[in-house]
């Protein structure tokens, strides 16, 4: 099978201009097949401030409104994945924008109400994506850039975790592909010590992941990221990086990248 990368890439970078540059580039650099999926939340909340909206979080996810639901859309699906769109052919890469809608390739559930309403955002079912037209658009030799939002095939535009639909298109796509997942953010990798960045543990396989967690060295945002990661290697994801976006170029390089999760 052909490799293919699925890269997502943390708000952090989006909202610092040199930063978003230096990491498209890199990106562009990669050999062979890849996707890439962003958020764009900081730039969202700044811009529904400015329109008198305000924004509501629980548990650090955001609740998605009908009128949050439009600005997302907008900032999501127009502003931020148009901008990396444009650069990414400055650096020779044919990037096509999408969002789940588009070709039909992603289609989530509403998340039900629970304990909290989160509004229009999307869940993602195990038949959520359509590896047979992202396929065909890959075999075209396009690059395609997933802002994060979904449909539920009904008209509805949902408001989707960036990091849950970089899992999905990885196992989505592993019976095509040998599909290697990267989460690129602002630290080097997973680490032992949250205050040293040099701290970085290069490999973790099952067994070591559930001694971390015991110890307590992996907790807090950090436990889902990893969950979610192991999920994707347990479906036929070969393996899973975590690390710092500004130093994806060291993968193209065959130099060791942050954190490898792997069986």
């Known amino acids: 099978m052909k490799p293919l990368w699925i890269i997502k890439i943390g708000g952090n970078v989006i909202d610092n201009p040199e930063a978003l540059d230096s990491f498209l580039k890199d990106f562009s650099a990669l050999d062979g097949a890849k996707v890439l999926i962003h958020g764009g939340g900081k730039i969202a909340t700044q811009i529904a401030k400015g329109l008198g909206v305000e924004t509501q979080m629980v548990n650090g996810r955001r609740i998605t409104d009908a009128e949050m639901l439009k600005i997302v859309t907008m900032v999501y699906g127009g502003l931020v994945n148009k901008n990396v769109v444009a650069k990414l052919q400055a650096n020779g890469t044919n990037a096509i924008g999408m969002t789940g809608a588009d070709g039909n390739v992603i289609k989530a559930i509403k998340r039900p109400v629970k304990e909290v309403d989160f509004g229009f955002v999307g869940d993602l079912t195990e038949t959520s994506i359509n590896d047979t037209t992202l396929s065909q658009i890959l075999e075209a030799g396009l690059i ?120």
């Open 144 to 263: 395609p850039v997933f802002a994060a939002l979904t449909h539920d095939g009904n008209g509805q535009i949902l408001n989707t975790n960036a990091d849950t639909i970089a899992s999905a298109l990885a196992v989505g796509l592993s019976s095509r592909y040998e599909t290697k997942l990267i989460y690129c953010f602002e630290k080097n990798g997973v680490l032992t010590d949250i205050n040293n960045d040099d701290s970085v543990i290069a490999k973790i396989n099952p067994a070591y992941f559930e001694e971390l967690t015991q110890q307590g060295i992996i907790a807090d945002g950090m436990l889902p990221k990893l969950q979610n990661a192991f999920a994707a290697i347990s479906n036929g994801v070969k393996e899973v990086y975590i690390g710092n976006a500004g130093k994806l170029s060291d993968i193209n390089q065959g130099k060791d990248f942050g954190t490898c999760l792997s069986l």
